[in-house]
């Protein structure tokens, strides 16, 4: 299996700019998560899908993030107008419901505003 | 509510040392426990895992046993060597169709030859 697959793996761009982060799930899984990770805070969990539904953003930091699910293959965590302090990496996840409560990574977007 | 709280790192340890990262949990019910690894520049990786108390997870030589009356699953290996020099993740989740990950703030393990 190919894991989880994101891109870009590194961007900068600059403030004001709109970022987009791709992320294709392992086939057959039905959760895809997307987390954030800096020095400062760690690794947060922003945003998960079910069935390609979001079922909780209380993480997305500010109406400057959304993210969507078109279908079981695809997502996007988009960032606009993107700031200096949402630099960080991205990492997106993905789970099978019943297969054993191991989720997967990918390698991660790694994001730099100036 | 839920969460996990790891040893403070940066751990730094000679090759073939013996190694402990302390994690506990703190959980309404009988989460499974999981370590992730994080080398340089890469993702996150599942090491190890057990689903139920008394389980012993173990992978590469490193294990953890999820003790539930001490609320612990701490993770220990024998022999490190520099090729283990990495962050360390400790993280819960319940199971059912509702999975969601909390970690530790993870720790830096520095391996010197």
């Known amino acids: 299996d190919a894991g989880v697959i994101q891109s870009p793996r590194h961007e900068v761009t600059e403030m004001g700019q709109e970022v987009t982060l791709r992320c294709k799930p392992i086939?057959?899984?039905?959760?895809l998560f997307w987390y954030r990770q800096t020095m400062m805070r760690g690794l947060e969990l922003l945003i998960y899908?079910?069935?390609?539904?979001?079922?909780?953003d209380s993480g997305m930091p500010e109406d400057r993030f959304s993210a969507k699910m078109p279908n079981a293959s695809f997502s996007t965590l988009k960032i606009q107008p993107s700031e200096p302090r949402d630099s960080a990496v991205y990492f997106c996840a993905s789970y099978r419901s019943g297969g054993g409560n191991t989720i997967y990574f990918g390698e991660g977007s790694w994001l730099t505003v100036v | 509510g839920d969460s996990v709280t790891q040893m403070e790192g940066p751990v730094t340890l000679s090759e073939e040392a013996f190694l402990t990262i302390n994690c506990t949990y703190t959980a309404t019910g009988y989460p499974s426990l999981f370590w992730y690894v994080q080398y340089p520049g890469e993702g996150l990786q599942l090491l190890l895992k057990a689903t139920k108390a008394d389980d012993k997870g173990s992978n590469k030589g490193f294990e953890a046993t999820y003790r539930k009356e001490t609320t612990s699953f701490h993770l220990e290996k024998g022999s490190v060597q520099v090729s283990d020099s990495a962050v360390y993740f400790c993280?819960?989740?319940?199971?059912?169709?509702?999975?969601?990950?909390?970690f530790g703030a993870g720790t830096r393990l520095a391996v010197h030859p």
């Open positions: 993280a819960l989740a319940f199971s059912g169709g509702y999975n969601k990950l909390i």
């Open positions: 899908f079910n069935n390609n539904v979001p079922i909780d």
């Open positions: 086939s057959g899984h039905d959760y």
